[in-house]
Nanobody, 121 residues
Framework: QVQLVESGGGLVRAGGSQELSCVAR????????FAWYRQAPGKQRELVAS???????NYTDSVKGRFTISRDNAKKSVYLQMNSLNPDDTAIYYC???????????????WGQGTQVTVSS
C-alpha cells in the first residue's frame, strides 16, 4: 500500500515564501518522475513543476525564477520551494508521482491529498 502525504500549505503574505513537501509512504519500490500541480478557484488544474529521475526539471512560465522543485530519493520525497509569492499563486497544490508499488509489479501515477496555499495581498 502506497500513500502520498503532503504538508506545508497555509496562509502567507504576498512577497513571502513557503515550502511544500510530499512523502511517498508504504511499499514503494521505485520512483521515476515527481511533479507538482495546482488548481486555483475557477480554473483547471495545471502542471507547476516536475523533476525526472535524472534530475531534469521543468516549470510553467509563471513560476520560473520563483519556485524550485527538488527531490530526495532516500527519503522518497519531493519539495517545492516557493518564493516571491503573489495572490495568483493561491491554489490547492497536489503532488503527483510516477511510482511502482513493490507488490503490484507495475508503474502508475499516485496523487497526494492536496494542500491549500493562500497568498494574501
Amino acid at each position: 500500500q502506497v500513500q502520498l502525504v503532503e504538508s506545508g500549505g497555509g496562509l502567507v503574505r504576498a512577497g513571502g515564501s513557503q515550502e511544500l513537501s510530499c512523502v511517498a509512504r508504504g511499499s514503494v519500490f521505485g520512483i521515476r518522475t515527481f511533479a507538482w500541480y495546482r488548481q486555483a478557484p475557477g480554473k483547471q488544474r495545471e502542471l507547476v513543476a516536475s523533476i525526472g529521475s535524472g534530475g531534469t526539471t521543468n516549470y510553467t512560465d509563471s513560476v520560473k525564477g520563483r519556485f524550485t522543485i527538488s527531490r530526495d530519493n532516500a527519503k522518497k520525497s519531493v519539495y517545492l520551494q516557493m518564493n516571491s509569492l503573489n495572490p495568483d499563486d493561491t491554489a490547492i497544490y497536489y503532488c503527483n508521482v510516477d511510482l511502482r508499488d513493490t507488490y503490484l509489479y507495475q508503474w502508475r501515477h499516485y496523487w497526494g491529498q492536496g494542500t491549500q496555499v493562500t497568498v494574501s495581498s
